[in-house]
Each structure stands twice: as C-alpha cells, then as structure tokens.
C-alpha cells in the first residue's frame, strides 16, 4: 500500500512512539511532558502505512523578530521518520506538504527550524540564518575587562517559577531587538523552566534563576544549572539584560562558581562576553548552526522586514522545491519598509531561496555568499548594495531550540 501524506488524526502517545523510535530516545518523561505542552496537534503533518504512523513533521505558530519587524512564521518541529521507512523519500512528501500547507494559509511568509543534523534541511530551501558560539570557559580564565556601573548592580538569587512572570516580559521585550527571537507566551514560559524542574543525576541540579536589579527595578536575569563532577560545572540556559553592567554583573556571578571548575553556555556570537573577557581564548568558542530560515513566499517575506539602506533590486529567484518563488522579484525599499514584486525588468542577480533564507535576518551578508560563487551579479555593484540593504547591526540569535 502506497504511503499517505495528511493531517494527523492520532494522538500524542501515538506521536511519542514514532519520535523515540526516530530519534533514538534521548527524552526523559519530564521532557516529554514538556514538549506535549506546546504541540500544536491541529499543525501535525504525518505519513502513514497501512494505517501505521511512520513520519511526522509538526509546525509551531511564532511570532519571529526579523529585521525592523515581527511576522508570524512556521516553526518547523518534530520531524521524524520510523527507522524501518528511511530514505524511501517520506522526509521530502513532508516537507512538501507542510510548506504548501504554510503557503496556502497565506498568514506565514517563512518558516524556521532548529536542525538535529546540519545536512539535511538546504536541500529543501533553508538556508543557515544563525549561528551560536559554544563556550566553555575555566573559572580560572574568568577575569573581565572592567565595565561602568557593575558594581551598582545587585544579583539576587530567587525561586524560577516565582520569577518566572517577570523574567519573561523582560525577555519578551528584549527579543523584539534581536532577529531570530520568537515571542514566548504562557506555554512557552512553561516550556523553557519546565524540564529538569526537579534534580536529574545526569543533568546536574533544577534549574536556577539570578536577576539583575538596579535600585531595586529587573535589569536581566540568568537561568542556569550546576552539576557536580570530576570537572563540574555551571551550565547557563539563557541570559538577557537590558544592559550591559546588568550583563556583566550576571555573568561574572555565572563565570565563579563554588565548588565547580567551569561555564557552559551557548551564546550569540556577537554577545558582549566574547569582548569582555580579559583572555579572548578563554572561552574556546565553536561555531555552530541555530536557525535554520525558508522563505515560503519570497515577495511576501521580503517586504515583511526593512532595510539598512534604500534599495532597489531585481532578483532573479530559484527555487528547486516551491516553483511559486521562481521568477523575478523586485524589491524596493528601505529602513521605512518594503515592497517585492513580481517584475518583467532584467534581473540584477540570481539567488537560490536557500541564500535568501540564509540572509534574511541579516546573517551573512550577501557579498560573502557571492564569494562563495553562490549568488550571480549581472549589474555592476549590485551585490554590494543588496548586501548592505540586507545587514543588520545586532546578529540574529535564538535563545530556545525547538
Ligand atoms: C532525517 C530523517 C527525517 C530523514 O527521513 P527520510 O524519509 O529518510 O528522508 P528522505 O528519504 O525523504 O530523504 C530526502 C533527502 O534527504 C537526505 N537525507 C535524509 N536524511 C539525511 C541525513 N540524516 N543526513 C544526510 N542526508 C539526509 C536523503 O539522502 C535524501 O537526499 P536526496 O534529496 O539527495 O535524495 C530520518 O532519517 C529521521 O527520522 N532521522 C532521525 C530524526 C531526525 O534527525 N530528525 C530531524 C530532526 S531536525
């Protein structure tokens, strides 16, 4: 019997079982119970054999920053195949029908993904938006450069969920600045403190929460954990501050841990720490991917962000999985918003939607790609300008995979 892509019918047990099968059981039932809580059962898109479930990709509905604005875009979640169905191209039905689903909806130009394996999503049209820096960095290599105003700031150590309300509206403020960010609500806000609640041997202590006050008002906060070991360690979850004495005060509490002999975090990669650190190798910073972007609807994604200077673009588009994106698309617009269009003028480059995906929330810039021989130039000077239009001053980062 021939596979069948639709709606998924079923229910969450039934959904446990195919992803602990699919990704080898990583979960605990805590962290189960947590992912239950934000599933958007009505977004599942499933395949099934003969009635048997055999993959699955799920959809979460975020409200993303992205350059100059927020949009509604599809987090792609969930995704699994039953080991004895692989590579027989059920992946691909899947992503096909979600992201044809996303398009006809019409409420969602992009969707996003957090990947399991780098590999795996280019193919269908995503494109690297983020990267994050992991650092480790020994307590003996803590010192910082000497920053204004952070002994005026009070770290404080409290209960996470009694914290929890106001934490999250100082995050939630924080992420409309900062690309990448998708808005936390209630659920979410669960989400994020709820594995791991109680101690777990393999994952070290609950999770902890420090604020920042000044004068008594919240400026930052830090969820963390401990975990004693040989070389135990402080693993920070999230920090955000409103600036930067906050943040400097919150991580020198984090960088100097009793007992333990180093900090864990993964961090953005333009997050001040990087600079403050009196010993720049000390952290050991690793690159690694984060956000994955797919421009769904190329005129309506690219007329939802703004620009960093005014522009005026002919884009001639490939698109070898959505063939509604291929054509040319012009872009006008600039710091006060944008338009992007169908166009019959020449085309000034040719970019593959991987590339825009990849450079949609400002992260790398268009010229590198060009380097890298994967965007066309047929105006003098166009890929230059287009590269600038499209940068951004803060990198995009996301602080909650998905
Ligand atoms: C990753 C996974 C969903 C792929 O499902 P699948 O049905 O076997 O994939 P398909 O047969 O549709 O493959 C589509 C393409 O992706 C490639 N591909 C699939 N999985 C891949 C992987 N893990 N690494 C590299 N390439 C991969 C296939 O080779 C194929 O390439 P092609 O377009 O050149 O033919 C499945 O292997 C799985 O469930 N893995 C464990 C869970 C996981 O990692 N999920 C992803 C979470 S982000």
């Given at each position: 019997m021939a596979i069948e892509i639709g709606q998924f019918k079923g229910g969450w047990d039934e959904l446990v079982e195919l992803l602990d099968l699919a990704f080898a059981a990583p979960w605990t039932e805590t962290q189960l119970e947590a992912e239950r809580r934000v599933w958007?059962?009505?977004r599942s898109t499933v395949a099934t054999d003969d009635g048997q479930l055999v993959g699955h990709t799920g959809t979460f509905s975020f409200r993303m920053t992205v350059p100059g604005a927020q949009v509604p875009v599809g987090g792609v979640t969930m995704v699994g195949v039953r080991p004895t169905h692989r590579r027989r191209g059920i992946l691909r039905d899947l992503m096909r029908a979600q992201l044809t689903e996303i398009h006809e909806a019409g409420t969602e130009p992009l969707a996003a993904l957090t990947a399991s394996?780098?590999?795996?999503y280019g193919r269908f049209?995503?494109?690297?938006a983020a990267d994050y820096q992991a650092i480790v960095v020994p307590k003996v290599s803590r010192a910082l450069r000497s920053v204004a105003g952070i002994d005026d700031v009070r770290i404080r150590y409290v209960d996470v969920r009694e914290a929890l309300a106001g934490c999250a509206a100082l995050r939630n403020r924080l992420a409309e600045e900062r690309p990448g960010m998708f808005q936390h609500d209630d659920r979410w806000n669960e989400h994020i403190i709820s594995d791991n609640v109680t101690s777990d041997p393999a994952n070290g202590s609950k999770r902890r929460c420090v604020l920042a006050e000044r004068d008594g008002e919240l400026t930052g906060f830090a969820h963390y954990r401990t975990k004693r070991a040989e070389k135990g360690y402080v693993q920070v979850d999230r920090v955000h501050a409103v600036d930067i004495a906050s943040h400097a005060a919150l991580w020198r509490y984090l960088l100097?841990?009793?007992?333990?002999?180093e900090t864990r975090s993964e961090i953005a990669s333009d997050d001040p720490l990087l600079d403050l650190l009196?010993?720049?190798?000390?952290?050991?910073p690793i690159t690694r991917d984060g956000l994955w972007v797919r421009t769904v609807d190329v005129g309506r994604a690219l007329a939802a962000r703004t620009y960093a200077r005014d522009i005026d673009v002919v884009l001639d588009v490939t698109d070898?999985?959505?063939?509604?994106?291929?054509g040319k698309w012009q872009l006008s617009g600039g710091p006060d918003g944008a338009t992007c269009e169908p166009t019959t003028r020449e085309a000034d480059l040719t970019v593959d939607v991987r590339e825009l995906g990849a450079v949609y929330?400002?992260?790398?810039s268009l010229a590198r790609l060009g380097r890298a021989g994967l965007v066309e130039e047929h105006t003098a000077g166009a890929l230059a300008a287009t590269s600038q239009a499209f940068s951004t001053s803060r990198l995009p980062f996301l602080d909650t995979g998905f």
């Open positions: 958007e059962a009505d394996e780098a590999v795996i049209g995503y494109g690297l100097e841990p009793d007992l333990l002999s009196l010993d720049p190798r000390a952290p050991s070898g999985f959505l063939p509604w994106n291929v929330l400002g992260r790398p």
